[in-house]
């Protein structure tokens, strides 16, 4: 047996006319919403509201009170004013000009005549000295003697030093320098001899004594006077 429906029970047909319904009545409520006034609310006053429990605070004014410093009094015036004439007399000294006149004329008595006495260095260096110490047998010019003087001593070293003590010291090779410095006072004696570099001690033995072997000479002289000459004298030699 087979189940038959009421087409006036179907729903379906009705579809079209529910959704016409419903966008009629949208747009109504539309209309009526956009055509409706609306005013502003007046507020005539605010209630009943009680002002008098809000208290008052009163701030204290405060004042910077500075301490005034006393002033101090002034001096007392002077009770009477006694004027007095003062009489004591003032004695003026007197300038006398230091001027002279063109016709008075200057003696000249009392001006006394000092000889200086002058002072000379005890020792001047080669190159300065006036006149260089002498060595026996040079003479000549300044510039003579002084060559001379180089030469004679050069040679009596060079005769005098004994070049094996190189060898049995074990030098390294080359070319070894001594310096030695010493004195000619003024009386023409070497003096003060002092090895100042030398590359061992027995050789700086050697060049002493081979430097106390020059012989006395003239003295150099600074202004006429003798005076001592300091003198530096290099040992050149070579190790093989």
């Known amino acids: 047996m087979e189940i038959k429906k009421n087409p ?14 419903g966008l009629v009545l949208a747009l109504f409520v539309t209309y009526v919403a956009m055509e409706n006034k609306t005013y502003d609310r007046k507020i005539d006053g605010f209630g009943d509201a009680n002002m008098q429990n809000v208290m008052e605070e009163d701030i204290p004014i405060t004042e910077r009170i500075e301490e005034v ?35 008075e004329a200057i003696v000249l008595d009392d001006i006394v005549e000092v000889d ?10 080669f190159a300065v000295i006036e006149e260089v110490p002498v060595f026996p047998g040079c003479t000549g010019t300044r510039k003579q ?17 004994n070049g094996d003590l190189a060898g049995e010291l074990n030098l390294s090779p080359g070319k070894k320098k001594i310096w030695v410095g010493f004195r000619i006072d003024k009386t023409g004696t070497v003096t003060d001899i002092k090895v100042i570099r030398s590359p061992h001690p027995r050789l700086s033995k050697e060049a002493e004594r081979v430097v106390k ?12 006077i003798a005076v001592g000459m300091k003198y530096t004298l290099p040992i050149s030699f070579n190790v093989e």
């Open 8 to 21: 006036k029970s179907n729903l379906e047909n009705y579809s079209k006319l529910f959704i016409q319904l």
């Open 69 to 103: 410093k006393p002033k101090s009094p002034p001096p007392p015036a002077p009770e009477k004013i006694e004027i007095v004439e003062d009489e004591k007399q003032v004695e003026e000294t007197v300038i006398e000009s230091t001027e002279t006149d063109e016709k």
């Open 116 to 125: 200086e006495a002058e002072t000379i260095v005890e020792d001047v260096p």
């Open 145 to 161: 003697k002084s060559d001379c003087l180089n030469d004679k001593i050069r040679k009596q070293v060079i005769r005098k030093f």
């Open 213 to 224: 072997t020059l012989p006395k000479m003239i003295p150099g002289r600074q202004r006429g």
